[in-house]
């Protein structure tokens, strides 16, 4: 059975560089949304395992996608991939509950390892 993966990110081309970035041979089924609106309003309708967050985004950055899935309890595995470098906003979103923070743009190495750390791979 393949895993239902969410990648959020309101631009086309950084949801291209992710999906691209994905090991190969993984058996995923890849859902894409444009903003953090969308993407609550598919984990609140679909079972999502993995989730891949901007958090620069219109409608409904990052920040408060995490916020509503850690409010509604929603069960899904967040990794966050953004250019914002900050220490402080990395330390925010492991706060609010995200497994890991990539710094775009992704590397296909670096996410297997996180991948296979948490088990996910």
Do not use: Y
């Amino acid at each position: 059975m393949s895993l239902p993966i969410l990648i959020c990110d309101d631009s086309a081309l950084a949801r291209k560089q992710v999906n691209k970035s994905l090991p190969e041979g993984w058996d995923v089924e890849v859902t894409f949304a444009k903003h953090g609106l969308e993407a609550v309003e598919h984990l609140r309708q679909h079972h999502v395992a993995l989730l891949f967050l901007d958090l620069t985004m219109p409608e409904l950055d990052g920040i408060g996608v995490l916020e509503t899935i850690k409010k509604e309890k929603l069960e899904v595995f967040v990794i966050v991939i953004s250019a914002d470098i900050q220490p402080e906003m990395k330390k925010r979103v492991m706060d609010l509950g995200a497994l890991d923070f990539i710094h775009k743009p992704v590397n296909r190495v670096k996410l297997t390892e996180i991948l296979n750390k948490f088990g996910l791979l």
